[in-house]
């Protein structure tokens, strides 16, 4: 017997259920997302929110068919205490990062509804493909329980694609924080080489297949001892199931001295002037990975003159 390739963090497990027109993700972060939470020190409700939020741009950008493809998740608030959550994904790469207030946020309790973080927030769920340079935008209210219902709605809005997704956050003492979720499509017809005469079956397919996926418990998919592919066997057994790994993901920001450069390069030379500090550097935070760069004002202007 050959081995069994199992697949535990840091990577989504893609499969299909060709005989229900299903395709799904499974995925996992740990390493990575202890990178990412690392450069912060969010309370508790934050972190959550932003490793759910995370765990869903990877399940939506391994959706992406085209490698070099970018999924931007863009929430902001409607007068809620976050202010602003903004998750990108492209080739494995993953960034993250949300504001706050911090006082407001002490008072929402540790459950708290999308309403309580947000008040009337929207989502904004933005595919870029490099290839073909299209972009894809569907913006939604930030309403129902969890984010991922929030992104269901883009699904059957903006895509006709009815969608099920589950997201799982939690701070485990010892390794840190740990989330999962499982992304299941209804795939459109032609995807499975299938014409439109049995999307009217199809749909108790869909519905099958969903009331399965609805058992999965939050614990299992934040269990580091229960691999995806367990995961999938235990929800689809009855099923043929094709399982393939999918890209490995990482923490990857794009931050660099010449991206800041060029962004200070907007700003008038006065205005630069007084941003500078003594040594005449302009001190740059990147938002994403917490790092410092300082970047030299007559740097800011070689780029200028370099454009
Ligand atoms: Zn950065």
């Known amino acids: ?15 299909t259920i060709a005989e229900r027109h299903v395709r799904g993700r499974l995925v996992r972060l740990g390493p990575t997302l202890q990178t990412i939470m690392g450069a912060h020190n969010y309370p508790p409700v934050a972190e959550k929110l932003l490793a759910e939020a995370l765990v869903l741009t990877v399940l939506l950008g391994s959706t992406l068919k ?35 207030d911090a006082e407001r946020l002490a008072e929402v309790g540790s459950d ?22 299209e972009r894809y935008q569907g913006i939604v209210p930030l309403e129902g329980a969890s984010i991922g219902e929030a992104a269901e ?7 006709q694609i009815p969608s099920l997704i589950k997201l799982a956050a939690r701070h485990d003492p010892e390794a840190g924080c740990l989330a999962g979720g ?12 299938r014409d439109r005469l049995h999307v009217r079956h199809d749909n108790t397919e869909w519905e099958h297949a969903k ?3 609805a058992t999965l418990k939050d614990e299992e998919l934040t269990d580091p001892a229960t691999s995806l592919e367990t995961l999938a066997w235990r929800l689809f057994h009855e099923d043929e199931v094709r399982v393939e790994p999918g890209i ?43 790092r410092f760069f300082p970047i030299p004002l007559d740097e800011i202007s070689a780029h200028n003159r370099a454009e």
């Open 66 to 100: 085209d490698e070099n493809g970018q999924m931007t998740l863009q929430a902001q608030t409607g007068g809620g205490p976050i202010e602003l959550l903004v998750c990108d994904y492209r080739g494995g790469e993953l960034r993250g990062y949300l504001k706050f």
């Open 248 to 290: 490995g993901v990482s923490r990857g920001c794009r931050c660099s001295p010449g991206y800041f450069a060029g962004v200070l390069a907007q700003f008038p030379e006065a205005e630069r002037a007084d941003m500078a500090d003594e040594n005449g550097r302009i001190v740059v935070d990147c938002a994403f990975c917490s």
């Open 1 to 15: 017997m050959s081995d069994i390739i199992e697949t535990w963090f840091d990577q989504p497990l893609l499969f």
């Open 211 to 213: 009331t399965i996926a």
């Open 112 to 133: 708290p509804t999308l309403f309580a973080l947000f008040g009337e927030g929207f989502l904004a769920i933005t595919f870029d493909q490099a290839t073909t340079a």
């Open 153 to 159: 709605h883009y699904f059957e809005q903006s895509e």
């Open 182 to 193: 499982l992304l299941l499509q209804h795939l459109p017809e032609g995807e499975v080489g």
